[in-house]
């Protein structure tokens, strides 16, 4: 999906005799720095797909990449669209000023029109809901659906939702800031450009606009038939006008603006964490001697480049235009700078020209003011190994001043500034906000967890104890950088269940989720406990926090005590716990089996991605289980740990840890099969079944469903 074409405009690479000796000219490195290493990130796989599986309903393997189909605008959408139309609160926390509608003129979508409307629009037999998720994709309006890599769709979903590509715990634990793994970290940056750039696909934009439209004239209808209905209740007629379209109109408008806001500002800060180190060690390296660079100067120059590239290429592709958008305004396109057209080739040949241009210029200045200094008649200062790394440092400095220029001249927001909290986070707030009134308030949200390991020392209550504090630390090991992470923390809560007091076997799942559904049915189970899933200290899950912990415990007739040591950053991810997907069925398994190969309804999760992974796609109906499954299949544990680049499988490939686990236990053990997925054609029932109950989370009604 990526290619090595580098800036047409830019010079050919330089040639000198001195390269043979394996010395570089001051001057090759100058001319290095105006040649961005670009690359065009998107080329049509399709062609490289054979031809009897370009059907958009049977992706497979091809080259050792998963293809999935994609519905490029996410189902999950229309769910938070629903929320927002009686709620009103825009995707980047702000009110909208548009009318919004009662909770139970919202309930309408999901009633056929038939049960409420006046003719002519009670001939519709299906509710309003069931027709945009229609529109979204299905086997009824598949026109519109795409096939995709796995990694691309699991990136552009976290963009979707405002999350950010890698928590600062994640780029921490990674020890992506350490030189070695510059180009590891590079990788992640360079995902969220590959995720825009297949956004940005002319058939892509041009299938979002489309799938935009369609829910529009649906919506427009709603407001056609709701107006009817409010003026049969009013002898004044409505008190106003039904809007739900133009408020899908604010709502993507707004979650686009908060798509790119949090990707750009991400890329770039990460970028800027990168570039420090280089610059100072430019800084601090030896003179450049004789006008000739040293290998080790080469390479650091060589870094910048990429890094620069990076940093043109976040600028002009990280962009969601919304040109054909029914209800949106755009200006005639001769008022529209080429900086924000439409088609990224545009945007791309125009960025790079005002940047060509403002480097001229930034280096014109800066020797301007050079010559200025100088008194008159005063003759340049000889050439020195000294003044010839400071002029390489000011190369490189007038290479960053113009870019920034050149970004703030092409931008079209402003400086970063604070944003409210991610979707999903302000999500969960509000709702526990307003269920505060009512005569079930939500204190707490997060996940059940059982104990299923009653192997020798681990048998006694206190070492139980110990470990549930020992994960509780690790789960609270997330949030730096995340926007609202800190509010959220105070209400974040596992309910434990001893399995052995429960009478469940070591490592019997099947007998927790029977456990688990009972529980669930019953007046006990806490409102505000994730009801699809739950968590399991399994024998596999313990012996990964015995290793990583180096947990020695000592036993006698009336005592076990337990001492731990800090585990290194290069053993984190081993510290995981069992995911159980709650709804999964082993009789009827996935609708699309070949998208999540493997899966069997439950994954090991690293705890500390518990909450801003997990629990975070969970609550925004973002990606069910069996679609993270994916990103943790090739790990030599099957541990999820988050977003996967190729240098994480190139280790992965290399790793001499035991494929078939390498700690003790099995995955899970029990109750393994196919499961129930959330396929395409369950997709409507369960989405209308996630309005309701968010519906009733948030008006206090104690009916339990997908979400809180």
């Not at 039904?242 to 686009?256: C, G, H, N, S, T």
């Not at 099957?638 to 280790?651: A, F, N, S, T």
Request: charged share 25%; aromatic share 10%; with cysteine.
């Amino acid at each position: 999906m990526t290619g090595k074409n580098e800036d047409p405009k830019s010079p050919s690479p330089v040639a000198h005799d001195s390269h043979e000796r394996g010395d570089f000219k001051l001057a090759d490195a100058q001319e290095l720095l105006q040649k961005l290493p670009l690359k065009t990130k998107w080329i049509d796989d399709l062609e490289n797909i054979p031809l009897d599986i370009r059907d958009p309903f049977d992706p497979s393997y091809h080259k050792d990449k998963l293809f999935i189909v994609d519905r490029l605008i996410p189902p999950q959408a229309i769910l938070s669209f629903s929320i927002f139309s009686f709620d009103g609160t825009l995707p980047n926390g702000e009110n909208t000023t548009l009318p919004i509608f009662t909770k139970e003129e919202v309930m309408y979508t999901i009633i056929p029109y038939k049960e409420w409307a006046f003719p002519p629009h009670d001939a519709l037999e299906l509710p309003v809901n069931e027709l945009l998720l229609t529109s979204i994709g299905s086997n009824e309006d598949p026109g519109r659906l795409t096939i995709v890599d796995k990694s691309v769709h699991a990136m552009k979903t976290r963009l979707w939702e405002g999350m950010v590509p890698l928590s600062q715990n994640q780029w921490r634990e990674k020890e992506l800031h350490k030189a070695e793994n510059f180009e590891y970290a590079c990788q992640y940056i360079e995902a969220v450009i590959i995720a825009f750039d297949y956004l940005n696909v002319p058939k892509h934009t041009s299938y979002m606009c489309g799938t935009f439209n369609s829910i529009y004239d649906h919506l427009e209808e709603f407001d056609n038939a709701l107006d009817r209905l409010r003026r049969s209740k009013s002898e004044q007629g409505p008190r106003q006008e039904a809007k739900m379209a133009a408020l899908w109109e604010e709502f993507i408008r707004v979650r686009y603006e908060v798509m790119t806001r949090r990707a750009h500002d991400w890329v770039i800060s990460h970028l800027e964490d990168l570039r420090q180190p280089l610059l100072q060690h430019i800084r601090t390296q030896g003179p450049v001697l004789k006008d000739t660079i040293s290998p080790d100067q080469l390479a650091i120059v060589n870094k910048l480049r990429r890094l620069a590239g990076l940093a043109a290429e976040a600028d002009y592709t990280i962009f969601m235009p919304m040109d054909g958008y029914r209800g949106h305004t755009t200006p005639p396109p001769e008022e529209v700078p080429e900086t924000q057209s439409p088609d990224l080739a545009t945007r791309r040949w125009a960025y790079l020209d005002k940047l060509k241009f403002d480097t001229l210029t930034t280096g014109m200045t800066k020797n301007m003011r050079e010559n200025l200094v100088r008194s008159p008649g005063e003759e340049p200062a000889p050439k020195t190994e000294k003044s010839a790394q400071a002029h390489l440092y000011q190369t490189i400095d007038t290479q960053l001043e113009a870019q920034k220029r050149t970004r703030q001249r092409v931008q079209w927001y402003p400086e970063p500034e604070l944003l409210s909290p991610v979707a999903w986070i302000g999500d969960i707030l509000r709702g526990i906000r307003d269920s505060a009134s009512t005569d079930q308030p939500v204190r707490k949200v997060g996940f059940v967890i059982y104990r299923l390991c009653y192997d020798g020392d681990t048998a006694h209550d206190n070492v139980w104890s110990m470990l549930l504090n020992d994960i509780k630390q690790d789960l609270a090991d997330w949030g730096s950088g995340i926007d609202g992470a800190e509010d959220l923390k105070p209400f974040l809560e596992l309910h434990p269940f001893d399995g052995k007091k429960l009478g469940l076997a070591e490592d019997d799942i099947d007998g927790a989720k029977k456990h688990f559904a009972k529980f669930l049915a019953s007046p006990d189970f806490p409102r505000g406990m994730d009801e699809n899933s739950f968590l399991v200290l399994d024998s596999a899950s313990f012996s990964s926090y015995n290793f990583a912990n180096n947990i020695t415990t000592t036993t006698t007739t009336t005592t076990t005590t337990m001492t731990t040591t800090t585990p290194s950053s290069a053993q984190f991810d081993t510290r995981f716990l069992l995911a159980v997907d709650a709804s999964f069925d082993p009789a009827e398994g996935l609708e699309r089996p070949e998208e999540s190969p493997g899966y069997i309804g439950e994954m090991r999760i690293q705890t500390s991605l518990i909450w801003p992974e997990l629990f975070a796609l969970l609550t925004a109906q973002a990606q069910w289980m069996e679609e993270l499954w994916p990103l943790a299949m090739r790990h030599p544990q099957k541990i999820y740990v988050g977003y996967v680049v190729p240098e994480m499988l190139k280790r992965w490939r290399s790793s001499t840890v035991n494929m078939d686990g390498g700690v003790a236990g099995g995955l899970g053990g029990k109750g393994k099969g196919k499961g129930k997925g959330k396929g395409m054609p369950g997709l409507v029932e369960n989405m209308l079944e996630g309005l309701g109950h968010v519906t009733s989370f948030l008006s206090g009604d104690s009916s339990k469903g997908k979400e809180l």
